[in-house]
């Protein structure tokens, strides 16, 4: 039999890099980050039926299909003028509660725990999910694999498809749940909270115990003081399915809070040659590069971001937990980057406890999931917080519905500045002339990015399923010095 | 024997739907109660989840290799990706740590997977159709998929 050599590239190709150039002192001058784009989702969606959408948009993304779902039906109220019924607001809570669940233990166990559980200078081979079962034990790993496999399941009994769920429409839902099903929902709702509490206990045990990696999330190369964003409910408690949107400054004073319909009286889009991707910046503030402080419009939403925007957490555990966090961090806000895997898990523990108050409310079983839409719709916005930020759909119509003008603002890009900031901040604190540039650099400007949980088109699923990433060092004439790369 | 022949992919992402595209076809055209046909756009722990219980897989995707040629496919196994198994991923894990993952936690894994591969052009613009290329080894690829479908489980009668 013929064997055939197979030599994988990536969607990464020209585009998924991070390229560092030095100075003539063997410095870091500047650093730039360029991800992938998938093109033409706006010329794509032109035309065809708005109610179409919350399919359609779920498809942009391999990993929150949940989260582009739940915008896009929430524009679609907005555009048919349409109050979903209390049931359906409940329902559609619960699913996207469980969806949080899922995604935030996906990060925590897959991408944050090998840091440190391992060790960042571990090696790739060790570095990974297995190593992290190997050693935390093969009960945690069972909890973690259940947890997300119950909730799925939740997902797909409320959605009524796994991973793409197929219930939202303007005013309300397709369909209603019934007490079996809800009573399965609750105990999976209350493991979930367990599962919460033993997670928070494992990073109580592995990071804020280690001395060493304490030090280092509050080190200076991982910190950032900027504008935060989330979405936040009548009371200014962080809230992931509805509410206003929330802005505080870098010293935790409310900046803005906004309707979604206003949002682009609040953000604007600045544009860099190097790559396609733009760079969402608080208007009122301006642009003002790639820094950060009070001056600059750099804004971040990330877990960590939702908790500094909001006053505390709508649930008594979170609430408890997000009072420890700040206790230990030394106040509101906390620029700390690595701290948002500490409060992504926060936040999963309130999204568990928020499904056990969902389904205990006597409503959540009721019929009443629909108002049919009766106005001519023209134009809708909606947002919710996806797992990696504020995500926002927009859509403007004819008088039939159709589709004439369609944009996004998805959870990552409203971190790009952010990110690039973040990773010239590592690079420049670890590339110093005359010392040696190794694999661990790779790790350790890695480490720079992955708490804002990027959000690829790579990240989807194509063979052989893992992202690549590349970083090339120039010396100041732009000689090409060292390549470091991974999965390319 | 349970199989599961699982399409992968994005349908409105050109190329990159090529495997859901081959698995409706399967699934019109192979009719067995063994056998269940399904799709999904996910990756690692998504992609154990949909697998575990199955006593063989078949997964259809999209590819893009360095020399290859746009509908080409290849029939590959899960160790033909061990290269890259220890790699990170921005949100998720690859096929290989998902599958070892599965067998360190003793979750019932299916005994055999085979992966059929066909080499994309076009995976970064959004349309519901493949290029003509990749659109022409369709047939090719649900041949493919059916001739290991039947060895497995041969026709009644």
């Not at chain 1, 600059?296 to 408890?320: F, I, K």
């Not at chain 1, 063979?463 to 100041?476: K, N, S």
Request: aromatic share 8%; with cysteine.
């Amino acid at each position: 039999m013929k064997k055939i050599m197979i030599d994988p590239i990536t969607r990464l190709e020209g585009h998924g890099k991070i390229a560092i150039f030095l100075n003539d002192d063997g410095g870091v001058a500047n650093t730039y980050f360029q991800v992938p784009e998938l093109r033409g989702f706006e010329k794509f969606s032109e035309g065809r039926p708005a109610e179409d959408m919350p399919q359609i948009t779920q498809r942009i993304c391999g990993v929150c299909p949940e989260a582009h779902h739940m915008a896009s039906t929430k524009a679609l109220d907005a555009l048919f003028h349409v109050e979903p019924t209390s049931t359906a607001r409940k329902l559609r809570e619960l699913l996207y509660s469980a969806f949080f669940v899922t995604d935030h233990t996906t990060h925590f166990y897959i991408l944050a725990a090998p840091d440190f559980v391992m060790g960042p200078d571990a090696p790739p081979a060790e570095r990974n999910i297995l190593g992290v079962i190997a050693k935390v034990g093969l009960e945690l790993g069972g909890a973690v694999i259940k947890t997300r496999h119950d909730n799925h399941w939740v997902i797909q009994t409320i959605g009524g498809r796994p991973i793409h769920p197929c219930f939202g429409l303007p005013g309300g839902v397709s369909k209603a749940i019934n007490e079996e099903e809800r009573a399965k929902i609750e105990e999976i709702a209350k493991s979930s909270v367990e599962f919460g509490k033993l997670s928070l206990k494992v990073f109580d045990d592995v990071v804020l115990k280690n001395k060493e990696y304490l030090d280092m999330v509050l080190s200076d190369t991982f910190t950032h003081r900027t504008y935060y964003m989330g979405l936040v409910d009548e009371n200014n408690k962080v809230n992931f399915y509805d509410g206003k949107v929330r802005v505080v400054d870098p010293e935790g004073k409310e900046f803005c809070k906004y309707a979604p319909r206003d949002y682009l009286e609040h953000l604007a889009e600045h544009v860099e040659p190097w790559t396609y991707l733009k760079f969402p910046y608080l208007k009122k503030v301006g642009w003002k590069g790639f820094v950060d402080g009070k001056d600059s419009g750099v804004y971040r939403c990330t877990p960590q971001s939702r908790l500094n925007a909001a006053d505390g957490m709508a649930t008594p555990l979170a609430q408890e937990e997000y009072e420890k966090m700040y206790s230990t961090l030394g106040g509101k806000p906390a620029h700390y980057t690595l701290a948002t895997h500490w409060a992504r898990l926060i936040e999963l523990l309130y999204a568990a406890e928020r499904m056990v108050e969902l389904v205990r409310d006597p409503e959540i079983t009721s019929p009443d999931i629909r108002t049919i839409p009766t106005a001519t719709p023209d134009e809708g916005i909606g947002i919710v917080e996806a797992p990696r930020g504020t995500l926002t759909h927009h859509y403007i119509t004819d008088e039939r519905g159709i589709i004439k003008k369609c944009n996004l603002i998805v959870g990552t890009t409203n971190n790009h500045a952010a990110i690039s900031m973040s990773i010239k901040k590592a690079a420049v604190d670890l590339i110093k002339p005359g010392k040696e540039i190794t694999e661990g650099l790779l790790n350790r400007i890695e480490m720079a990015w992955r708490p804002y949980d990027l959000c690829l088109a790579c990240a989807t699923h194509s063979l052989p399923g893992q992202a690549p990433m590349e970083v090339t060092i120039y010396d100041a004439q732009g000689n090409e010095l060292k390549k470091l790369s991974q999965g390319i | 024997m349970k199989t599961l022949v699982l399409g992968t992919g994005n349908p409105i992402l050109s190329d990159d739907g090529v495997g859901i595209k081959v698995a409706h076809e399967v699934a019109n055209q192979f009719n067995s109660p063994q056998v269940t046909v399904a799709e999904t756009s996910a990756a690692g722990l998504r992609l154990l989840d949909s697998i575990v219980g199955y006593d063989k897989v078949i997964i259809i995707d999209a590819i893009q290799t360095k020399k290859g040629r746009a509908g080409q496919i290849y029939r590959m196994k899960p160790e033909d990706f061990s290269f890259a198994k220890h790699l990170s991923s921005p949100h998720q894990i690859n096929l290989v740590t998902a599958l070892e993952l599965g067998k360190m936690l003793n979750l019932v894994m299916p005994q055999e997977i085979t992966i059929f591969a066909v080499e994309a052009k076009d995976v970064s613009n959004f349309r519901e159709r493949c290029t003509p290329e990749v659109e022409r080894a369709i047939p090719e690829a649900v041949k493919m998929v059916l001739q290991e479908l039947n060895a497995k489980h041969p026709p009644e009668g």
